[in-house]
């Protein structure tokens, strides 16, 4: 090695046991040979070379999905010199990347994202006749190339994906590149162009609660209907595929036996024919059709329910539904990305015991930032979700012969073509690494029981949490359409639900929420050991937006319950907010409320008798005392709150010994509580 020589390791992101691409022996600046090895597969042989057009790194991705840069797609017709001078040109900068960048590790999504930026320079520097070098240099041209062409502007990904690929060839320097590349802060035009992207994109809408309630109540119906028949449509779908006449429907045994050159007997005159002319044959009577077998385990009401027909397409049709429910229930339960969903192992269901309640985990792989490992609290529900997956699962292992493990290579969500139902045989891969189902983000648009009609209610609850959102004018929130459901939306609705319980008006969905809001309040909240290791780890985790959506869900409880309440407010703090409100908020006092609860100036709880605005942690939860809060200077009082605890107490003490201390214990507390009800009606009585 030459003395001016440096060793340059590739800053690429690389699964534990998989060989990383080649070392670049050289200096910076310098560029590899044509056969300089720039990926290898899981088993260590060359895939991609530099001089190649396409560069494949999917044995880096975590999740081994394809992953590939094409340096050339953005070439029509043949390939001439122009065009070959700026792909090597784009090859070239590439490399610099993962080669030359002086901190940053590449993980092979954020590299493959690149591809669409790579497009338009390559696209742009020909019809200008420019080089990559020229165009990348000039701030007249880059400005040019982010107007568009002709009209036809630049996507928004594509903005963004350009931004990150010219910040990054910034820092890998000119001495690398051998040019002077633009800074994207001097970039009027394009950062004009990214702004009024950015600009035009809606933030994410939460689902409205009736809309939302209804939705986890139909997945939950559909769950309670799969799960006890589970066992049964496995049995069906084996016997179906276990090379036998049994399970087949009509027409596939008679084609079976044509193929086999056999008689296909239906009656006994058939029969005799083909014993007299010494025939083989197939005795239809002996095997029970598919029909048969759905009748038989009475699984026609999970066939009608699911919608999929008695047919090998049905029975592939309603595996991928059936594994689609589970995705979706995982999602609404612990708030994680489709694919995070999507790309779960097997083996990813931790429970928990403490102090005799039980807690279950999800553990898999965050989707942003450097996928890794990481842990979601979910309920029961979920867990449910989780083991109906695993029995279709393991299904599907057992035909292939291979014992799933807690690992990635083993997905939860595995496609059934392998085993060939329904006629779409996938082959096993040579590497081992075995696929999950393709499951669109967008599949709920087939999945009737998650469509569900707006009505006025849902329309004004949005304007409740966002009155600076024109929710009428937009055509997709209108009264009478379907919700447009996306799967991101589980995520906010989660965060933004669960995080306050004072945000759930709805009944139904406090009781669907009811034991994932105690246990993420365990887990995930700001003093949390829990939910400070795992964001020590994975910035990205769906603790953070739990956190963010605490006080603005508080905020819009506190807004809600105390500020715009009809209902006169009584306690220390609930007169003081009563004295001051007048039954209006204006859009600035929204913001500063909001402020002032972000800032932990402020905080707002929803209690049995009405509601808490202390910041710090109140120190007479630990007396466990009905009466607790009365005598606070944060408490607010609601008589109708009041009224249900007396109500509520006194049935309690109709169930206990007169005699014991518990019951005149209750007892006392019952007429502190009639105590201050009577001051309430007193005051309402003095004020009309």
């Not at 029509?76 to 590439?94: A, Y």
């Not at 057992?398 to 997905?411: G, Q």
């Not at 009606?681 to 009309?688: A, I, Q």
Request: charged share 25%.
């Amino acid at each position: 090695m030459s003395v001016n020589n440096t060793v340059w390791q590739s800053k690429i992101t690389v699964p534990v046991g998989i060989t990383p691409p080649d070392d670049f022996i050289g200096r910076l600046g310098d560029y590899p040979t044509p056969s300089f090895v720039i990926s290898r597969d899981r088993s260590g042989n060359p895939v991609s070379v530099f001089e190649d057009d396409c560069w494949d790194f999917r044995a880096y991705d975590i999740k081994y999905r394809p992953t590939a840069l094409y340096f050339g797609y953005w070439i029509s017709g043949d390939i001439d010199f122009r065009n070959r001078e700026i792909l090597d040109s784009l090859k070239r900068l590439i490399f610099c990347l993962i080669w030359f960048h002086p901190r940053k590790a590449h993980s092979t999504k954020s590299i493959t994202k690149i591809s669409s930026a790579l497009k338009l320079i390559g696209e742009f520097a020909y019809k200008q006749n420019v080089s990559v070098e020229q165009l990348l240099s000039s701030y007249e041209l880059l400005g040019k190339m982010a107007e568009g062409d002709r009209g036809q502007p630049v996507s928004g990904d594509t903005l963004f994906a350009l931004k990150n690929l010219i910040q990054s060839l910034f820092k890998v320097g000119p001495q690398a590149l051998g040019f002077e590349i633009c800074t994207v802060n001097k970039l009027t035009d394009f950062l004009s162009s990214l702004y009024e992207y950015r600009k035009s994109l809606r933030q994410t809408p939460p689902i409205p609660s009736r809309i939302y309630s209804k939705i986890i109540r139909n997945s939950c119906s559909f769950l309670d209907i799969i799960e006890p028949k589970m066992d049964d449509l496995i049995w069906l779908i084996e016997k179906h595929e276990d090379n036998s006449y049994t399970g087949l429907t009509h027409n596939a045994q008679k084609t079976k036996a044509r193929k086999e050159g056999k008689m296909f007997v239906q009656h006994d005159r058939f029969l005799k024919h083909a014993i007299e002319a010494g025939k083989p044959y197939v005795d239809a009577r002996l095997y029970k059709t598919l029909d048969d077998l759905i009748e038989e385990k009475e699984l026609d009401e999970l066939f009608e329910k699911i919608e999929f027909s008695r047919s090998p397409h049905g029975l592939a049709t309603g595996i991928m539904k059936i594994q689609y429910l589970c995705k979706t229930i995982i999602q609404i339960f612990t708030g994680m990305r489709h694919e995070e969903a999507r790309f779960l192992p097997f083996d990813c269901l931790d429970v928990q015991v403490r102090n005799r309640n039980r807690f279950y985990l999800i553990e898999g792989l965050t989707t942003k930032f450097g996928e890794k490992n990481a842990k979601w609290v979910t309920n029961d529900a979920g867990a449910r979700a989780v083991r109906l997956a695993q029995k279709l699962a393991n299904f599907v292992y057992r035909f292939i012969n291979v014992v799933p493990k807690k690992m990635l290579e083993t997905p939860l969500f595995i496609t059934p073509g392998y085993t060939g139902v329904g006629t779409n045989f996938i082959p096993l891969p040579e590497d081992g690494v075995l696929v999950p189902q393709v499951m669109s983000a967008n599949e709920y648009k087939r999945a009737s029981y998650l469509h569900v009609e707006i009505t006025e209610n849902d329309v004004s609850e949005l304007e409740s949490i966002d009155p600076f959102r024109s929710w009428r004018e937009e055509s997709e929130f209108s009264i009478g359409s379907i919700w447009p459901l996306k799967s991101h939306q589980f995520r906010r609705s989660l965060a933004l639900y669960a995080s306050c319980s004072g945000m759930v008006s709805l009944p139904s969905l406090r009781r669907q929420l009811k034991h994932i809001t105690n246990d993420m309040s365990l887990y995930y909240s700001q003093g949390s050991s829990f939910a400070k290791n795992m964001l020590s780890e994975v910035k990205d985790h769906f603790i953070k937006e739990y956190q963010i959506a605490q006080p603005i869900a508080q905020s819009l409880a506190y807004l809600s319950d105390v500020l715009l309440s009809d209902e006169r407010l009584f306690g220390a703090a609930g007169a003081l907010v009563t004295a001051r409100a007048d039954g209006h908020i204006l859009a600035e006092e929204r913001k500063v409320i909001e402020r002032r609860f972000k800032n932990g100036e402020i905080a707002y709880q929803e209690t049995v008798l009405g509601g808490c605005i202390a910041v710090n942690s109140c120190d007479r939860k630990a007396l466990r005392s009905l009466t607790a809060c009365i005598g606070c200077d944060k408490a607010i009082l609601k008589g109708s709150k009041l009224r249900r605890v007396i109500g509520a107490q006194e049935r309690f003490l109709e169930k206990l010994n007169k005699d014991s201390v518990e019951y005149r214990t209750e007892v006392s507390e019952l007429k502190i509580l009639k105590s201050m009800y009577s001051k309430v009606e007193s005051r309402e009585t003095e004020n009309g």
